[in-house]
């Protein structure tokens, strides 16, 4: 597959999304092949599929094999992560906009206007939730402290 007809923008998101679990599993609930230029909305598709199935995400050669698109191995730094998520949120965010919109033309021809506020607020709701899950290694000492400060007693009417 020729990589001049491939947007480098989106190519490089993906091989970046693809590079870190973390940042693939945030990104995983918006991602849509629909939003990707062909040929990368097959690879989308297929690392989706692969991810639902296996629990993990195909190296490049695994992609290639099945896709016939060649990506590059990334590494991703901490640096580098807000960066991605905040593109492929943006990206994504637009691409959901623009369906929305081209989807709503007939319906709005039909009238059907209820229909077309719930494709653009689905559309308005395409956002990665950065606070997944909590890092129990981070700042452990404060979470011990805070945690046993918040803890109430309850009595269970036995004398000590």
């Known amino acids: ?10 190519k490089l998101l993906l091989e970046y999304a693809m590079a870190d679990r973390g940042v693939f599993i945030k ?17 989308v598709d297929f690392v989706m599929e692969y991810f639902k199935a296996h629990h993990g995400i195909p190296d490049s050669d695994i992609t290639y094999a099945e896709t016939g698109v060649v990506l590059k191995e990334r590494e991703l730094d901490s640096s580098e992560e807000s960066y991605v998520l905040e ?8 691409q959901a906009m623009t369906e929305a919109i081209l989807n709503s033309v007939d319906l709005v021809e ?7 506020q719930s494709l653009v607020r689905k559309a308005l709701m395409v956002k990665i939730d950065k ?7 981070e700042d452990i000492r404060d979470r011990i402290e805070r945690t046993r400060m918040e803890r109430k007693g309850y009595s269970l009417g036995i004398s000590s």
Do not use: H, W
């Not at 597959?1 to 923008?9: F, L, T």
């Not at 593109?87 to 637009?94: D, V």
């Not at 606070?131 to 290694?137: A, K, R, Y």
């Open 131 to 137: 606070q997944l899950g909590t890092d129990l290694f």
């Open 110 to 116: 039909e009238g059907n206007m209820a229909e077309v």
């Open 27 to 43: 990104c995983y609930s918006i991602l849509k092949p629909s939003y990707f230029e062909k040929p990368l909305d097959r690879v």
């Open 1 to 10: 597959m020729a990589d001049d007809v491939i947007d480098p923008k989106e």
């Open 87 to 94: 593109e492929i949120e943006e990206f994504c965010s637009k």
